[in-house]
C-alpha cells in the first residue's frame, strides 16, 4: 500500500492518515452501496412497469381507437384519461429510427406466457412522453392530463402485441417510475451517520495511541539533539505503546550510562597522557642539541593537539554548555579579528543580521578549523553570511585547489587529510573538518564542501558551508 502512495501526501501524521483511509473506505462503499440501491430501484421499476403493461395487454380494453381515430367531441376517452393508453393499429407502434429493447421484450415475453397469451408477435420501446403521436394528440385536443407537467417531462414505456390469428396490434404506454427523491437523502443521511459514529469513534481511539507515540517522539528527537531528559518517560496509551515506552526507557537510561562512562574515560585518557607529556616537554630542555630539542618539542606538541582534537571530538556529541542566543555576525567578525590581528590574509564579506540560540565556543571552533584550513590549503579566507527562508549560512571561500568531486565527502572522515604527512604545518591529524560538521550537526544543521568553478571552467578553490536551521 505504501509503494502507491506518495510520500507528501497529507496529511502525515499517523492520525491524520488513518481517518483519512477510514473516510474514504467508508465512502468507497456508501457509493458501491449507493449505486446497488439504484439499480435495485431501477430494477423494480422495471418489472413493475413490465407488470403493469402486461396487465393492459392481457385484460380486454374497454375503448378502441384506432390511430387515424379522432378524438374530438364527446369521446369518452376524454373523461377516461387512463384508458388513453391502449390502442388498436394496423401497424406496429415503433417509430422510424426506433427498435425493439431486447431486454424489456424478453422480460414481458415472459410475463405474458405466464398468462396464456398466445404471442404472434411483440415489440417494446421506450421514448419521451412528448415524442409519442398519441399523446401529441391527445394535448392538443385539451385532455385532464394536459396539466400534468412531470409526467410528460419523462419517459413512456410503449408495447405492442399481435396475438396469433390477428391482424391488428395492441398497443399500451405507461410512463417509467419517476425516481424516488426519497432514496438519495436516506444514503446521504446514512453517509453523515455513519461518518460520525466511525470516523469520530476511530478518532478518538487513534488519539489514545497516536498521543502518546507524539511525546516519545519528541522525546526521541531531544535525546538525538543532545538534550537528556533527567526523569524516564511515564508510560501511557494501549499495553503496546506502554511496552515501547518501558523499552524506550531502558534504552536512553543505558546510553545515558555509556555516554557518561565514555566522559569519565576521557577526562582519564586526557590526563594520563598529558601530564606525561608535559613532563616529557619539561626533560627535552636538557637535551643540548638545539635543532634536535625543537624536533621533539613540535612532535610533543603534534602529539597533545591532536589529543585534543581527539577529545573534543569526542565530547562534541555531548556538550555541557547551554545554547545562548548570539548575533552570528558579531561572532564571525570576532573570529575574523583575531586572524587579521594575526597577519593572516582573512576578509569578512557580506553578512546579515542573524540571532540564534547556539553554542558560541563549539561553533567558533568550527570556524576556525575551517579558517585554517582555507589558509594552509588556499593562502586565503572570505567570509560570509547570509540566510534564506529555513537557514542561516555561514560561507568560508578560499583560493586553493580545491578537492576531487570523488574525495570531498572521504576529506569530512576522521583522520582524512589532502596531505599525506602528519606534519601540522602542512595539514595536521586529518580531524579539523570532521569536528567542524560534528559542530554543525549538534545546532542541528550540516557542512557541506564543494568546488569554487572560476570563469575559465576550471576549480577556482574550496567552498564550505555551515547551514543551521533558524528554528534551532
Not at 14 to 23: D, R, Y
Not at 42 to 54: I, S, V, W
Request: glycine content about 8%; hydrophobic content about 40%; some cysteine.
Amino acid at each position: 500500500m505504501r509503494r502507491f502512495l506518495p510520500k507528501s501526501l497529507p496529511p502525515r501524521s499517523l492520525l491524520g492518515q488513518m481517518l483519512l483511509s477510514v473516510a474514504l473506505a467508508l465512502l468507497v462503499a456508501q457509493t458501491i452501496s449507493a449505486v446497488l440501491l439504484y439499480r435495485a430501484q431501477q430494477a423494480r421499476n422495471e418489472f413493475g412497469a413490465a407488470n403493469a403493461l402486461a396487465f393492459q395487454l392481457v385484460a380486454e380494453p374497454r375503448i378502441d381507437i384506432r390511430v387515424d381515430a379522432d378524438p374530438s367531441g364527446d369521446n369518452p376517452m376524454r373523461r377516461r384519461p387512463r384508458v388513453l393508453r391502449m390502442q388498436y393499429s394496423e401497424t406496429s407502434p415503433l417509430l422510424p429510427g426506433e427498435s425493439s429493447d431486447d431486454r424489456r421484450e424478453n422480460l414481458l415475453r415472459e410475463l405474458l406466457g405466464n398468462q396464456g397469451v398466445d404471442i404472434a408477435d411483440l415489440v417494446v420501446t421506450s421514448r419521451p412522453v412528448m415524442d409519442d403521436p398519441f399523446v401529441q394528440r391527445g394535448l392538443r385536443n385539451g385532455t385532464r392530463w394536459r396539466g400534468d407537467e412531470a409526467w410528460q417531462r419523462g419517459e413512456l414505456l410503449v408495447a405492442g402485441l399481435r396475438r396469433t390469428g390477428e391482424e391488428r396490434w395492441l398497443i399500451a404506454r405507461i410512463p417509467m417510475p419517476v425516481p424516488e427523491e426519497g432514496s438519495l437523502r436516506g444514503v446521504i443521511l446514512q453517509t453523515v451517520i455513519l461518518y460520525l459514529v466511525l470516523v469520530g469513534g476511530l478518532a478518538l481511539l487513534l488519539r489514545r495511541i497516536t498521543r502518546p507515540l507524539a511525546v516519545l517522539t519528541r522525546r526521541v528527537e531531544r535525546f538525538g539533539g543532545q538534550q537528556l531528559e533527567a526523569d524516564p518517560l511515564p508510560p501511557s496509551g494501549p499495553e503496546d505503546t506502554r511496552r515501547l515506552i518501558t523499552a524506550h526507557n531502558a534504552m536512553e537510561a543505558r546510553i545515558a550510562a555509556l555516554l557518561d562512562e565514555k566522559d569519565v574515560m576521557l577526562g582519564a585518557i586526557g590526563h594520563d597522557l598529558k601530564t606525561p607529556l608535559a613532563a616529557l616537554r619539561v626533560r627535552i630542555e636538557c637535551v643540548e642539541d638545539d635543532i634536535e630539542r625543537e624536533r621533539m618539542a613540535d612532535t610533543i606538541e603534534d602529539i597533545t593537539n591532536s589529543l585534543d582534537d581527539i577529545l573534543s571530538l569526542a565530547r562534541v556529541g555531548r556538550p555541557s554548555d547551554p545554547l545562548e542566543r548570539t548575533d552570528l555576525s558579531a561572532l564571525l567578525a570576532s573570529v575574523v579579528e583575531e586572524y587579521e590581528d594575526m597577519g593572516r590574509n582573512v576578509a569578512l564579506g557580506p553578512t546579515e543580521r542573524v540571532a540564534l540560540p547556539v553554542r558560541a565556543t563549539w561553533l567558533r571552533r568550527a570556524l576556525r578549523n575551517l579558517i585554517s584550513n582555507a589558509l594552509r590549503y588556499g593562502q586565503q579566507a572570505r567570509i560570509s553570511l547570509s540566510k534564506d527562508d529555513t537557514h542561516a549560512i555561514l560561507r568560508i571561500a578560499d583560493k586553493g585547489p580545491g578537492i576531487p568531486e570523488d574525495q570531498i565527502d572521504a576529506m569530512l572522515q576522521p583522520f582524512t587529510r589532502g596531505e599525506t604527512s602528519r606534519n601540522r604545518e602542512t595539514g595536521g591529524a586529518g580531524l579539523g573538518l570532521t569536528l567542524a560538521r560534528a559542530i554543525a550537526e549538534q545546532h542541528g544543521g550540516t557542512l557541506t564542501l564543494s568546488n569554487r568553478i572560476g570563469e575559465d571552467g576550471g576549480v577556482d578553490g574550496l567552498l564550505a558551508e555551515i547551514r543551521i536551521p533558524l528554528s534551532a
